[in-house]
T-cell receptor, first 117, second 115 residues
Framework: AQTVTQSQPEMSVQEAETVTLSCTYD???????LFWYKQPPSRQMILVIR??????QNATENRFSVNFQKAAKSFSLKISDSQLGDAAMYFC??????????????FGKGTRLHILP | NAGVMQNPRHLVRRRGQEARLRCSPM?????VYWYRQLPEEGLKFMVY????????ESGMPKERFSAEFPKEGPSILRIQQVVRGDSAAYFC?????????????FGEGSRLTVL
C-alpha cells in the first residue's frame, strides 16, 4: 500500500526567507502524481503544485518549487520569499497515474507552516 | 463557476443522533471524494463515488456511516447514531470525469461536533 510521510509537524520561517517542507512516500508503482496542497486557516484546500513522476524536471509555480528525488522517494516543497499569506497547513499527497476508477489520493499528516513577521 | 459546495459548514449533534453532510461538486464534475480530518491529523480517505455508484468505500467505517451520490442532487455522507469520536471536519472533493490529472477540488468542509 502506498504511504505518504511528512516528518515535520510544524515549521517556522522568517518573512522573505526560504523554507523547505519535507515529504517521503512509499510505492511500488513507477508512474504516479505527487502534489502539495495548502490549507489556510479558512480551511479550503487548494492545490499548490503537481509533479508527474515520469518528468525529470522539477515542477515550479512562481515562488513554489519542488525537489523530486524519485530513487529516494522524496518530494520536498521549497517556498522562496515567504509571505504572511503562506501561513497554512501543507499536505503532501500521492496518486497513481493514470487515475484508475478505484484510485484515490493519499495524503500525509501535514506540516503547519508559521510565517514570522 | 461555483466551486465545491458543502453544507452545513458547522453541525452540532448529541450522541445518538444522525448527521447528514451534503456536497455539491463543481459543475461538470462527476467524481466525488469524502475525506475526514481529525484535529492535527491529515486527511483520511473515506469514500469515492461517481454518479449512482460507490467506487471505493475502503476508508468508511463498516457501521453507522454511509454515502451516496444520486443521479440528481448532492452527494450525502450520513452518520447514524453519532459518537464523540465522530467529531471532525469532513471534506468533500470533486474531479471531472477522465481528467487524469489527479487534481482534486475541495470544498470548505463541514465541521461536526458531537456533544
Amino acid at each position: 500500500a502506498q504511504t505518504v510521510t511528512q516528518s515535520q509537524p510544524e515549521m517556522s520561517v522568517q518573512e522573505a526567507e526560504t523554507v523547505t517542507l519535507s515529504c517521503t512516500y512509499d510505492t511500488s508503482e513507477s508512474d504516479y502524481y505527487l502534489f502539495w496542497y495548502k490549507q489556510p486557516p479558512s480551511r479550503q484546500m487548494i492545490l499548490v503544485i503537481r509533479q508527474e513522476a515520469y518528468k525529470q524536471q522539477n515542477a515550479t509555480e512562481n515562488r513554489f518549487s519542488v525537489n523530486f528525488q524519485k530513487a529516494a522517494k522524496s518530494f520536498s516543497l521549497k517556498i522562496s520569499d515567504s509571505q504572511l499569506g503562506d501561513a497554512a497547513m501543507y499536505f503532501c499527497a500521492y496518486a497513481t497515474l493514470p487515475m484508475n476508477r478505484d484510485d484515490k489520493i493519499i495524503f500525509g499528516k501535514g506540516t503547519r507552516l508559521h510565517i514570522l513577521p | 463557476n461555483a466551486g465545491v459546495m458543502q453544507n452545513p459548514r458547522h453541525l452540532v449533534r448529541r450522541r445518538g443522533q444522525e448527521a447528514r453532510l451534503r456536497c455539491s461538486p463543481m459543475k461538470g464534475h462527476s467524481h466525488v471524494y469524502w475525506y475526514r480530518q481529525l484535529p492535527e491529523e491529515g486527511l483520511k480517505f473515506m469514500v469515492y463515488l461517481q454518479k449512482e455508484n460507490i467506487i471505493d468505500e475502503s476508508g468508511m467505517p463498516k457501521e453507522r456511516f454511509s454515502a451516496e451520490f444520486p443521479k440528481e442532487g448532492p452527494s450525502i455522507l450520513r452518520i447514524q447514531q453519532v459518537v464523540r469520536g465522530d467529531s471532525a471536519a469532513y471534506f468533500c472533493a470533486s474531479s471531472p470525469p477522465a481528467a487524469n490529472t489527479g487534481e482534486l477540488f475541495f470544498g470548505e468542509g463541514s465541521r461536526l461536533t458531537v456533544l
